[in-house]
């Protein structure tokens, strides 16, 4: 596969200066979280990272070739991206909502086939949500939706998975195994980036971490060597208790 | 998707070829289905022949045509401004294509030079949202939306302001043209050639549309490349719409209602809904046309009314029903 690369890049906040450049290579198997209060960034970051949005300095490469070299096409087969809202202005199912992950394989004149639905069908099943498959997704609850909606990048197979908040609305149970499929797609040589909010889910299962600073301020590496509690205490601007659990530091935010 | 796309579309064809039988056969004289084939195929006597190929046809295939038309483009707008209650119409569209034909009339012009002004009108008035829409900003649904409201309520001004100038003679051809009407259209086969390219066109970008439904970013992120599509499926659906504006004024609701109710049955591929869209349209407005004709004959009625009292209380009712 090739690696999601960024160089010297700054993401264009509107208002607020450039801050520190960003330089990281995402490489096979590594699952990296980007942690960061309200506001930071993180998802102007996924979507820079993802060639939504142009950044005011620098470049993200997909192995060889910067995304401004690529066609989408070419970069919807590598990359994919879970958005934190989707908007829904027609109804639709659940499986011609995951079906639409196929989009980047299919030429304009193919339709989907068989081989087709059962790739959609099996995503279904691992986000647990194949029951759902003829319901409309406006009907569904929100960590419903946010299953289907990570089942359809499962669907589209990229390389590169880039997640906006995959915890989000979550119940405990199911952002457990969210992480667990995230990990499984790391062991299969693919690569995680995701943004988190929850501090110890980031500590239990990401093995690198970019904290993104509100001030455009930024530090990245390996998990063990970033979750030093003064700089989360900075990041968040809260005092932190730290506890060890299992073998991995536990976060509790200090009670006044 | 896995359900079979062509038994739709196949009774969709048949309720059109009925429809149109049905038109050609309804007048003051009457000619039974039999007889039109054999008209068709070059029979029947030489009353009949005027009647049904030169009278008749013409019309009922400009109703079709228009009717087709005004429905893709309904349901291109719907997938373009990602609002399942846009019409062909909201732009502003029909309203410079009034504005134009209008003054043609009052100009005291007729026939050719009435539609190409309407044409020009309708082209301007395209121009004219997208340019303004474009503005220094970027380019959004919403700010589209209200730019072709606003530029529309503009095309109305200019519009009663026509009317209360011009001299009362003119004022029926006037009236007649801004309810819809097509008695006044020519050849219908420029807009059928068309209509049937555009249902052709939809096959290879159909999945695209159907991506772009779910919103501009998910359909970046699923490589296709939102803005090339957007602008095309906006010039697209306004050649249709003033195409058909053109053919036959300003006919209200086929491009809301027809769209938003295949949806209901047929789902939301768009594969499937805008050749279902092209049929239905047309069917629906040659049945309109037919009523025009018939229901207070020898007087004709613009068959915008027709569409108009059909679509007002269908459509309400839809809107009352959804969620």
Redesign the interface.
């Known amino acids: 596969m090739n690696p999601l690369q960024a160089q010297e890049l700054v993401i264009d906040i509107p208002g607020r200066d450039d801050g520190e450049a960003l330089n990281f290579s995402v490489q096979p198997g590594q699952i990296w979280g980007v942690l960061g209060p309200n506001g930071a960034g993180k998802t102007t970051l996924l979507h820079t990272l993802a060639g939504l949005l142009e950044p005011r300095q620098g470049a993200v490469f997909l192995g060889e070739n910067s995304l401004n070299e690529l066609k989408r096409r070419q970069i919807s087969r590598q990359l994919g991206l879970v958005f934190q809202d989707r908007q829904d202005g027609f109804p639709a199912t659940v499986l011609e909502t995951a079906l639409i992950g196929r989009h980047p394989w299919l030429s304009p004149w193919q339709m989907e086939t068989g081989a087709d639905e059962r790739i959609a069908r099996r995503a279904l099943e691992q986000l647990d949500v194949a029951h759902l498959s003829d319901r409309l997704v406006n009907t569904l609850s929100g960590g419903e939706r946010q299953r289907v909606a990570i089942a359809t990048v499962l669907t589209q197979a990229p390389d590169t998975w880039l997640l906006d908040e995959p915890t989000n609305h979550l119940d405990l149970h199911h952002q457990v195994s969210v992480l667990q499929l995230l990990t499984e797609q790391a062991r299969a040589g693919r690569s995680v980036f995701m943004c988190l909010h929850d501090l110890n889910l980031a500590a239990r299962w990401c093995d690198h971490l970019l904290l993104l600073f509100p001030n455009g301020e930024a530090c990245w590496g390996p998990a063990k060597r970033m979750l030093v509690p003064a700089a989360l205490e900075r990041l968040y601007d809260q005092e932190l208790l730290t506890v060890e659990v299992d073998g991995a530091p536990l976060f509790v935010p200090v009670k006044h | ?2 359900r079979p ?1 062509t038994m739709p579309l196949l009774i969709l064809a048949l309720a059109s070829l009925a429809a149109m039988v049905l038109s050609v056969g309804i007048g003051s004289v009457s000619v039974t289905p039999g007889e039109v084939a054999a008209v068709i195929l070059g029979e029947g006597s030489h009353l009949q022949q005027t009647l049904v190929l030169e009278l008749r046809l013409p019309r009922t295939l400009s109703a079709f045509a228009t009717g087709g038309l005004l429905a893709v483009a309904g349901a291109l707008m ?1 997938v373009l401004l ?3 209650l846009a019409d062909p119409y909201v732009l502003g569209l029909s309203g410079g294509a009034a504005v134009g034909a209008l003054l043609a009339m009052l100009a005291g012009l007729g026939g050719l030079i009435v539609s190409g002004s309407a044409f020009a009108g309708a082209m301007l008035a395209t121009l004219m949202v997208f340019g303004l829409a474009h503005g220094t900003g970027s380019w959004t649904p919403s700010r589209l939306l209200l730019t072709g409201v606003v530029v529309a309520a503009g095309w109305g001004a200019v519009i009663t302001l026509m009317l209360a100038i011009s001299p009362a003679q003119r004022l029926p051809g006037m009236l007649y043209w801004l309810m819809g009407d097509v008695s006044y259209a020519r050849s219908p086969w420029p807009a059928l050639v068309l209509l049937f390219l555009v249902c052709l066109l939809v ?3 159909g ?2 549309l ?2 772009l ?3 501009p ?2 359909a ?6 939102v803005r090339p599509l957007e602008w095309m499926i906006y010039i697209l659906a306004s050649l249709l719409t003033a195409t058909a504006v053109t053919m036959a004024g300003s006919i209200g609701f086929v491009g809301l209602v027809v769209p938003h109710m295949l ?1 209901l049955v047929l ?3 768009q ?1 499937l809904i805008l050749p279902a869209c092209a049929l239905a349209g047309g069917t629906l407005l040659v049945l309109a046309d037919t009523l025009a004709r018939v229901v207070i004959a020898p007087e004709q009625l613009p068959v915008g009314v027709i569409t108009a009292l059909l679509g007002v209380p269908t459509f309400l009712y839809l809107l009352y029903r959804s ?1």
């Open positions: 998707m896995s796309l719907q990602r609002n399942p096959v290879p970008l999945r695209s159907n991506v439904a779910r919103g970013m998910q970046a992120a699923l490589g296709v490349s949806r789902g939301n591929d594969r969620r």
